[in-house]
């Protein structure tokens, strides 16, 4: 059976700004295989969206080695970017122009003629269940479908790695599970996947394997049941309860019994 292939391979990789204290990224190591969705774990500042910037040609590493579907960023960065799909934190989408427009226009940038641009948007709008929506004005659209939108653009050429920082910020729950499963059937079809995030329910839901930083280190890595296994087993306090906890439970019977 053959080994399956490695698409995002980051080693020893570090960054410090100037006039920081601290490096943003001190020495981390990232490997995704293709068909794997692997999440980046950490609160605001751990160097998740750094550590995106350098994957995607944006920033250079001081230090490290990092290829991306196969090629070196520092010597092929063009090859790079011609295999990657990124969804930034933020919507890269014009909100004056409508879904379908924004798609057509991306698609021209790609180097597709106006006929070519105008199908492959319609396919796009129905492959990623947007067709309903497609003709509204973005600044019109929720945050969800936004996203789903923004997600759409990344999907212009396919690409072999995809990025995605933050997928589902201020995403109401519906919406976040619609792009959980847009990400996931993704991933079938082969595609190696690396999404930051904050929440620990997207990691456990969406990942097949978790890195989590810290201050721009990794601190864990391993898949979501191997980490369950680092927290310990469960643990149960007993107490007396108190009047306030009498209180609390007396409180809430009587709403009980009132709404029934």
């Known amino acids: 059976m053959a080994e399956p292939e ?11 700004f100037r006039g920081a204290e ?14 794997r969705i692997c999440a980046l774990l950490g609160t605001n500042g751990a160097g998740k969206t750094t550590m995106i910037r350098i994957l995607t040609t944006l920033l250079t590493p001081d230090e490290g ?9 520092a010597t092929h960065p063009g090859q ?5 799909g990124l969804v930034g934190q933020y919507a890269a989408l014009d909100e004056i122009l409508t879904g379908r427009q924004n798609l057509e226009l991306f698609s021209k940038l790609a180097g597709m003629r106006r006929a070519e641009a105008r199908r492959h948007a319609a396919r796009l ?8 929506v497609g003709d509204r004005v973005v600044s019109k659209l929720s945050g969800g479908l936004r996203r789903r939108m923004d997600l759409a653009t990344s999907l212009i050429t396919t690409p072999r790695v995809l990025f995605v920082d933050e997928p589902t910020t201020g995403v109401d729950p519906h919406a976040r599970r619609d792009l959980w499963a847009r990400l996931r059937e993704m991933a079938d079809q082969g595609v190696a996947i690396l999404l930051t995030t904050q929440y620990l329910e997207e990691a ?8 989590i930083l810290k201050a721009g280190s990794v601190i864990a890595r391993g898949t979501t049941a191997d980490l369950k296994q ?10 007396e309860p108190t009047l306030e906890d009498v209180y609390l439970h007396l409180h809430a019977t009587s709403e009980e019994v009132i709404s029934r």
């Open 204 to 211: 456990d839901a969406l990942a097949d394997d978790v890195v």
């Open 230 to 239: 680092l927290v310990g087993e469960p643990k149960w306090e007993l107490r």
């Open 80 to 84: 790079v970017r011609a295999s990657i």
């Open 65 to 73: 080695q990092v290829k991306v579907a196969g090629y070196d960023i």
């Open 125 to 132: 709008l129905e492959t990623a269940g947007l067709g309903e």
């Open 6 to 16: 490695v698409l995002i391979e980051a080693r020893g990789v570090r960054k410090h």
């Open 22 to 35: 601290a490096p943003a990224l001190d020495g981390v190591d990232i490997i995704v295989e293709a068909g």
